[in-house]
Antibody, heavy 126, light 106 residues
Framework: QVQVVQSGAEVRKPGASVKVSCKTSGYAFSDYYIQWVRQAPGQGLEWMAWINPKSGGTNAAQKFRARVTLTRDTSISTAYMELSRLRADDTAVYYC???????????????????WGQGTTVSVSS | IQMTQSPSSLPASVGDRVTITCQASQDIRNYLNWYQQKPGKAPKLLIYDASNLGPGVPSRFSGSGSGTDFTFTISSLQPEDIATYYCQQYDNLPPTFGQGTKVEIK
């Protein structure tokens, strides 16, 4: 079965960077996009970015484009999201999710899998 | 695209029929998901393409609508359905979520 396991909680100071990992199993890693979504404490869900593990292509919401870096290591079926120049309002739970066939140009169509990691809490405080 | 969900809170009794609406600020065709999120847990897909049941999702959940107006229904509320529900459009970038509807036991 599909499993998605994220790295543990992180604490950073303002201005620092954080890198969250997302390890997958149970399916062909390169066949599905990895999405990143965050949720601030007590707030709703906010889509951040996606990576196509097959091509390495990425896209991010305008507000994150200058600060987010998405990478992947296909040899270990793991995707990474690095957010730089952290601010207090970046404090949130960060989720990765497997969704969308990497053969499609549009990464959000449902193709049998929509599976989320358990979330990674990132706290930013001085 | 703005997604407006209502109500934001929904007290209901076990066995009740529960309905949540989601309105998009522009036509999103049928590219709408509904997610369930329990406290401290990741969202779980219930409905995709506005009306298709996700894998393993019980048939008491259903969705309908297209264009700008969508409805999500639980036909008979069960105790395990207590959660926050979100709609999400994926017709345009960035995909956007509604603000959520918290379903509580009355």
């Amino acid at each position: 079965q599909v499993q998605v396991v994220q790295s543990g909680a992180e604490v950073r100071k303002p201005g620092a960077s954080v890198k969250v990992s997302c390890k997958t199993s149970g399916y062909a890693f390169s066949d599905y996009y990895i999405q990143w979504v965050r949720q601030a404490p007590g707030q709703g869900l906010e889509w951040m970015a996606w990576i196509n593990p097959k091509s390495g292509g990425t896209n991010a919401a305008q507000k994150f484009r200058a600060r987010v870096t998405l990478t992947r290591d296909t040899s270990i079926s793991t995707a990474y999201m690095e957010l730089s120049r952290l601010r207090a309002d970046d404090t949130a739970v960060y989720y990765c999710a497997v969704r969308g066939s990497s053969g499609d140009d549009w990464p959000f169509y449902f193709h049998e899998i929509d599976m989320w990691g358990q979330g990674t809490t990132v706290s930013v405080s001085s | 695209i703005q997604m407006t969900q209502s109500p934001s809170s929904l007290p209901a009794s076990v066995g009740d029929r529960v309905t949540i609406t989601c309105q998009a600020s522009q036509d999103i065709r049928n590219y709408l998901n509904w997610y369930q999120q329990k406290p401290g847990k990741a969202p779980k897909l219930l409905i995709y393409d506005a009306s298709n049941l996700g894998p393993g999702v019980p048939s008491r959940f259903s969705g309908s609508g297209s264009g700008t107006d969508f409805t999500f229904t639980i036909s008979s509320l069960q105790p395990e359905d207590i959660a926050t529900y979100y709609c999400q459009q994926y017709d345009n970038l960035p995909p956007t979520f509604g603000q959520g509807t918290k379903v509580e036991i009355k």
